[in-house]
């Protein structure tokens, strides 16, 4: 890494705008936010671009001064909240990193219009510990309670279990405040409008989350979110409670709420009693969790992980991957229809379906405690080696392309690489996968552990002949909407380009798409990914 430093002159303006305390260029600081062993940081190492300094703004006044002080000494901004992707880290040189944790308030819970007003670093977790005191209910996506739902919902995807319940993230966004790096500060929808409260995106104040979004988040690149309307759902117990210690805290039972385990012989199977499922509109939470998530999740050291995966306990029980799925429902009556349907389309599939309590109480509160708020996804995430990516594609697509494409390919990278024991054997079936509000559409991932202390450990092919072969069947990669087929696989990065040129003219900030992928204007450019055949979709 370049050695960068900030000079004293700014260092000692930031400290005099945020406190001595909340402004940092302390080397071994500077280090700390330069680590990500997650997602896509596996591919080139756990370090990136060091930042020149770390600073900590607590309201929005101090980030409008933060950007300008910055801006003033030709320093780049880039804010980030909990941190999950490397888009939260600089991605460029002279970057001063926005850490909003002090920004952390879970501002209003508006029970009558079903929304929240938080701040940058108000967990999901934490926001819904609260709403549940009201009869409400929010997404907690993939990333777990330890996530925050502002970012989710305005900078990156935010998917999982409860999005056939409760939508995406960023579908969940309502009114927005966002500061530029002109220094103004911007009201989306209803927030624009005095005394409208924050219920709507779409007005009576212009509606532009299609802008700041573009297909999946522009990862910090237009200026800093510093509020947003979330919208909540209904809950119709009491509040979610748990005792004891981490991580199998005893969970009570919850009045009208069942889980069971659901899992299918072959990939076809899988794929109708999906539709069946989503059409028919029961469930609360429905993920997919492969036997290797399971181990990880229910062990509490490589000793015990280990004994799991030479026992075969899940790995023989489901071996395609099973899914957890809960019903959630307002009385009795409710509870037993949906739950008999359920029954009914899993046997009709030649599914098999199970109470979790079957495989022990560590395996249900594992699956229990998921379903309601994804306490395990990310321990089974860093489970056991402590780093994790994910193989292309990476797909939002139909259940059919879903199911019969692109697992498919994740299953034999995976069989070849841990076969060369170049990847740790988590199982080659253990994809991540969840679907969108009872419809036919999901998301898709396939993660991978990695050790890179180990001398054979490699993974860069891996992810490099996922995408070849997402190329070739047209399907989308990296998380992309669209067929990934070129020119119009560079349409949402060349556009979210455009618009961060007309909103920071002055490149203030480190925006991911300019920074990595504004280069890129044709296959050519993508190197070995240049050889495409004819497309091979499979269309639902």
């Known amino acids: 890494m370049a050695s960068r430093t900030i000079s004293g002159a700014a260092l000692q303006e930031l400290r005099a705008t945020l406190g001595e305390d909340n402004v940092s260029a302390d080397p071994g600081m500077l280090q700390v936010y330069s680590y990500m062993n997650s997602l896509f940081s596996p591919l080139i190492g756990l370090w990136?671009?060091?930042?020149?300094?770390?600073?900590?703004?607590?309201?929005?006044?101090?980030?409008?001064?933060?950007?300008?002080?910055?801006?003033?000494?030709?320093?780049?901004?880039?804010?980030?909240?909990?941190?999950?992707?490397?888009?939260?880290?600089?991605?460029?040189?002279?970057?001063?990193?926005?850490?909003?944790?002090?920004?952390?308030?879970?501002?209003?819970?508006?029970?009558?219009?079903?929304?929240?007003?938080?701040?940058p670093y108000c967990t999901s977790g934490e926001q819904q510990v609260e709403v549940m005191k009201h009869g409400l209910n929010c997404h907690v996506n993939g990333a777990g309670p330890n996530a925050c739902i502002l970012s989710s919902a305005t900078s990156v995807q935010g998917s999982g279990g409860t999005s056939q319940s409760m939508s995406?993230?960023?579908?969940?966004?309502?009114?927005?405040?966002?500061?530029?790096?002109?220094?103004?500060?911007?009201?989306?929808?209803?927030?624009?409008?005095?005394?409208?409260?924050?219920?709507?995106?779409?007005?009576?104040g212009p509606s532009l989350r299609g802008m700041i979004r573009g297909a999946i988040g522009q990862g910090g690149g237009q200026g800093v979110y510093t509020k947003i309307g979330a919208k909540c759902y209904p809950w119709y117990n009491e509040p979610f409670d748990c005792n004891g210690s981490p991580p199998f805290f005893s969970a009570g039972v919850i009045p009208n709420y069942e889980i069971r385990t659901a899992f299918w012989p072959d990939y076809d199977c899988e794929c109708d009693a999906l539709y069946r499922t989503s059409e028919s509109e029961l469930?609360?939470?429905?993920?997919?969790?492969?036997?290797?998530?399971?181990?990880e999740a229910?062990?509490?050291?490589?000793?015990?992980?280990?004994?799991?995966?030479?026992?075969?306990?899940?790995?023989?029980?489901?071996?395609?991957?099973?899914w957890t799925i809960s019903i959630a429902a307002s009385c009795p009556e409710e509870l037993e229809t949906k739950l008999k349907t359920l029954e009914f389309i899993v046997e009709d599939t030649g599914g098999i379906m199970i109470d979790p309590m079957d495989l022990g109480s560590d395996a249900y509160q594992v699956v229990f405690q998921t379903a309601i708020r994804g306490c395990f996804i990310f321990k089974a995430a860093f489970m056991p080696s402590g780093a994790f990516g994910?193989?292309?594609?990476?797909?939002?697509?139909?259940?059919?392309?879903?199911?019969?494409?692109?697992?498919?390919?994740?299953?034999?990278?995976?069989?070849?690489?841990?076969?060369?024991?170049?990847?740790?054997?988590?199982?080659?079936?253990?994809?991540?996968?969840?679907?969108?509000?009872?419809?036919?559409?999901?998301?898709?991932?396939?993660?991978?552990h990695i050790d890179f202390w180990e001398p054979k450990e490699e993974n860069v092919s891996g992810f490099i002949e996922g995408a070849k072969i997402g190329f070739r069947k047209s399907i989308p990669v990296l998380y992309s909407p669209m067929a990934s087929k070129m020119p119009d696989l560079l349409n949402y990065?060349?556009?979210?380009?455009?618009?961060?040129?007309?909103?920071?003219?002055?490149?203030a900030m480190d925006a991911i798409a300019k920074s990595l992928f504004g280069t890129i204007r044709n296959i050519d450019d993508l190197g070995e990914l240049a050889t495409l055949g004819e497309p091979e979709v499979v269309r639902g």
Request: aromatic share 10%; proline share 5%.
């Open 48 to 119: 990136w671009v060091s930042p020149v300094a770390i600073a900590l703004p607590s309201t929005v006044e101090e980030v409008q001064k933060t950007i300008e002080i910055c801006k003033k000494n030709g320093l780049k901004v880039k804010p980030h909240s909990a941190a999950w992707l490397f888009t939260a880290l600089a991605c460029q040189s002279d970057v001063v990193i926005l850490d909003l944790r002090r920004m952390d308030g879970l501002l209003e819970i508006n029970k009558d219009d079903g929304y929240v007003v938080i701040e």
């Open 168 to 204: 995406n993230s960023e579908r969940n966004c309502l009114g927005v405040e966002l500061v530029t790096t002109s220094g103004e500060i911007l009201h989306f929808g209803s927030p624009g409008t005095p005394n409208a409260g924050w219920f709507c995106g779409d007005g009576p």
């Open 283 to 295: 469930v609360d939470y429905c993920a997919r969790l492969g036997p290797g998530a399971y181990e």
């Open 298 to 322: 229910a062990s509490c050291s490589n000793e015990e992980y280990r004994s799991m995966v030479e026992s075969g306990i899940y790995r023989n029980t489901f071996p395609k991957g099973a």
């Open 390 to 448: 994910c193989f292309t594609p990476m797909s939002y697509e139909t259940i059919d392309n879903l199911w019969k494409v692109n697992i498919q390919v994740n299953d034999e990278i995976k069989k070849k690489l841990i076969a060369k024991e170049s990847i740790e054997d988590d199982y080659y079936d253990n994809c991540y996968a969840s679907l969108d509000e009872h419809g036919h559409f999901g998301h898709i991932e396939s993660p991978y």
């Open 493 to 507: 990065i060349n556009y979210m380009v455009k618009i961060q040129n007309l909103i920071d003219p002055d490149a």
